[in-house]
């Protein structure tokens, strides 16, 4: 624990040396914030539906941009052979990087409370929504930072490694869901499962089921036992 705690620190450090997270930041904040308050208004409905709607396909762009210098960088410059002398295994390194874009992420949507605030003045909020909407915020944005984490490990263009994470996150949130009009009825179940944006829709109407909680949590879990295997491969 204590060197997924450094490793954790040291790569959540380095994402505020640069401006990069500061742009992606307030590019996230910008493009989301206009997309919920250009309709805000017009439904008359003092809740924060249309913020976590979009909220998916944002992250879809934001999280792989996030996490595509995690593995890719070391690689393309030759740190990551100096890591592995240090005394770490690569679990620690995975985990340690992996809750590092997490906890990038949570900062990242601590802006967006001021969403749910500004509603409380405007009508009545019903709590129980936004709460399980953040909640599956952070399990969605875990699950897309493992699914980064794999795609940076797998090539050491930062470019390739956002475009790769960008596309699976995109299929988990909108290709699945579209691909429903055109399946069976028997297979549209089984299909629907394994959409992210099923599942974090389903938490972010204040329903928290175990099922969809075990969705991402699994889904993380393989991604990165994966992304293991990988970093195993290039030792």
Request: aromatic share 16%; glycine share 8%.
């Amino acid at each position: 624990m204590k060197n997924i705690k450094h490793i954790f620190k040291k790569e959540l450090k380095s994402y505020f040396v640069s401006p990069i997270a500061y742009i992606v930041i307030s590019v996230f904040l910008l493009i989301i914030g206009w997309l919920f308050y250009s309709t805000f208004f017009l439904d008359r409905q003092a809740n924060l539906t249309r913020f976590f709607s979009i909220l998916p396909v944002a992250f879809a762009f934001v999280v792989p941009a996030v996490t595509m210098r995690l593995f890719s960088e070391e690689i393309n410059i030759g740190s990551y052979e100096i890591l592995l002398t240090m005394p770490v295994t690569f679990r620690d390194i995975i985990v340690g990087k992996f809750l590092a874009a997490v906890g990038f992420i949570g900062i990242m949507l601590i802006p967006t409370l001021f969403y749910a605030v500004t509603t409380t003045f405007l009508g009545k909020l019903d709590w129980g929504p936004v709460i399980g909407g953040y909640l599956g915020a952070i399990l969605l944005g875990a699950t897309f930072s493992a699914i980064g984490l794999l795609a940076s490990s797998v090539t050491r263009n930062q470019v390739v490694a956002f475009i790769i994470g960008m596309a699976v996150c995109l299929a988990l949130t909108l290709l699945i869901d579209f691909m429903l009009f055109f399946l069976p009825n028997f297979l549209v179940g089984i299909f629907q499962y394994l959409s992210a944006n099923y599942h974090f829709q389903n938490i972010a109407k204040g329903v928290i089921d175990l099922r969809d909680i075990l969705y991402f949590v699994s889904v993380s879990f393989v991604v990165l036992y994966g992304t293991n295997l990988i970093m195993q491969g290039k030792k």
